[in-house]
């Protein structure tokens, strides 16, 4: 190794037979075997955290990319088809990005102090944990039907309150429906809901896990490899 490292011993002639060790480090030979010892292991538990700092921060920048151009690959199909109960479809595309613009990871110059971030909008932690949303304004959720839509899924106007000349009535299966007349025809733009329960189907933390002993492996064998060099 680059460090120049051993263990020797050499024996004496005659009766009383004497064995010396000695430990050899950087080109220093220590008679006293256990100081010598401590002094490569401080040498090394310096390499040791120093590598393991930079590697760490290395891959776990990497991982946490790789997570987030999953979550593309994963809910990257257009509106409507992309919907499932696993998937989101892309609209205007703002939630994927924002996860992917999210990734930050803190240095450190020891290893258990490097952190790393990811997240997104506000709204896909529902995505991701599921919930139930309900009013917080307003008497009820209104949920956009596809006139309200553009063909990418995004809304054509910023709200409800933004359509022009609209009314509220109970269709005969018991729905409130915001809607409108187009050509004496009405067309429905929203439902009125007073909860929508959302599925957990983000799947960013699934993301994560599964990629995680991947993470570790290279990380270790990194690490051990640039302990080597620093010998």
Do not use: C
């Not at 919907?83 to 996860?99: F, P």
């Not at 409108?180 to 909860?195: A, G, P, S, T």
């Amino acid at each position: 190794m680059a460090s120049n490292s051993y263990i020797g011993g050499g024996k004496a002639s005659g009766k009383n037979k004497k064995t010396t060790i000695t430990f050899t480090f950087r080109n220093r030979r220590w008679k006293d075997i256990g100081r010598g010892l401590d002094a490569f292991a401080k040498s090394h538990k310096t390499a040791y955290k120093a590598v393991g700092a930079k590697v760490i921060a290395d891959h776990l920048g990497r991982y946490l990319r790789t997570a987030a151009r999953a979550m593309q690959m994963r809910h990257g199909r257009p509106y409507p088809t992309g919907t499932s109960a696993q998937t989101l479809s892309v609209r205007s595309g703002l939630g994927m990005r924002s996860i992917a613009d999210s990734v930050r990871v803190k240095t450190s110059n020891t290893p258990d102090k490097v952190m790393g971030f990811i997240g997104g909008m506000s709204y896909l932690k529902t995505h991701e944990f599921g919930g139930v949303l309900r009013p917080v304004r307003a008497s009820a959720l209104t949920v956009p039907l596809p006139p309200a839509l553009k063909a990418d899924g995004t809304p054509k106007r910023e709200s409800a309150r933004h359509w022009p000349n609209t009314f509220i009535y109970t269709s005969k299966n018991g729905h409130r429906l915001i809607a409108h007349l187009v050509d004496d025809q009405l067309e429905n733009l929203y439902v009125l809901k007073d909860e929508v329960r959302i599925p957990p189907r983000l799947g960013l933390h699934d993301t994560l896990i599964s990629h995680k002993t991947t993470f570790i492996d290279r990380v270790m064998l990194d690490w051990y490899r640039g302990v080597l060099r620093k010998m």
